[in-house]
């Protein structure tokens, strides 16, 4: 299977000088870009009751994120991402308890293991990035400041790593950098998706809170998912 990437990210809520202050500190306007995010479930939200979320992005194709154990705790989250259809459809059969399907193709095997559209939204972004240290380069962030068609916006610092023990690292850098944006220490903003299933699909929101609060993961909480 496709070694998942490590994503390390910080939401926050943006100001109006944030921008600004992106600009201060160096950073690159790298692109402006509307894109729809659909994300698939079965009825009864079995995928993200578990802590997995399969998203297809306008433009960009399948993803499956899904947490995995935080190495350094605090307001940041850690999720796994794949993006390569046949891990991606393998993983989906192992969390919902299914035969291995052999199509390498993720629509195809929507039908088969009962996953429908549960949320769809479109989002405006300006994605930035930024290096804080010119000879470590390798580890640049970017900032996504993003503002959904429902009315929400959310900003988040991150950086995409190999291996859990650069995470310390990436985590530095991404605190620094929040806290030079005026982003206060312990700060956190909910996710797109929590927020649209918040206000379209309240009962499946709260049936998410109530599960999610049966897990003991004092390190992290679902209302500061990584789920751009």
Known sequence: MAQPLIEVERKFVP?????????????TLEHQVTFRDSYYDTPELNLMRSDYWLRQREGSGWELKYSGAAVVSGPHTE?????VEPAIV???CEVLGADV???GSVAAVLGPLGLQEVASFVTKRS??????????EELSLTVDLDTADFGYAVGEVEALVHEKAEVPAALEKIHSLSSMLGVPAQETAPPKVMVYLQRFRPQDYQHLLEVYSLREKPQRTKSDSSLG
């Open 15 to 27: 100001g109006p000088d944030t921008e600004e202050r992106l600009q201060e500190l160096g950073g």
């Open 79 to 83: 999720f796994m991402e794949l993006t």
């Open 90 to 92: 393998a993983q989906l």
């Open 101 to 103: 399907l052999e199509s």
């Open 127 to 136: 994605a930035w990035k930024l290096v804080l240290s010119p000879a470590e």
